[in-house]
């Protein structure tokens, strides 16, 4: 198993969950509001002010899948979240080791 996580602009969040939850596979997702801002050298701060106010609303996603879903789920998250502005995120996929539904018993 595999948990992708993706940090996305706030405004891809509509677009994204109606194209996600119309795959066959679609396990589900949590979803978390984030602050953040990029590298320092990624952006010009113009004056003091931009600098102590860059960070920017974000969306956490987190979604728990098999390891095959996992590339599919990470492309469309690519594909429908970039602008190809700076800030428009980031996804990521780490293991599971172990998951369980909680409704459901435990070995």
């Known amino acids: 198993m595999m948990e992708v996580k993706a940090i996305i602009r ?9 194209t ?5 596979e679609f396990p589900g997702m949590t979803i978390s509001k984030a602050e953040g801002f990029g590298a320092p050298a990624r952006s010009q701060k113009v004056n ?18 098999n390891d ?8 469309k998250i690519v594909s429908i979240c970039q602008t190809g502005q700076i800030g428009d995120g980031v996804v990521w996929c780490t ?11 435990t070995p």
């Open 10 to 18: 706030p405004n891809k969040l509509a677009i994204l969950r109606s």
């Open 20 to 24: 996600l939850v119309n795959l066959p």
């Open 48 to 65: 003091i002010k931009d600098e102590l106010t860059d960070y920017s609303a974000k969306i956490r996603i987190e979604i728990v899948c």
């Open 68 to 75: 095959e879903f996992a590339q599919v789920l990470m492309d």
């Open 95 to 105: 293991p599971v080791v172990q998951a369980y539904f909680i409704a459901k018993t």
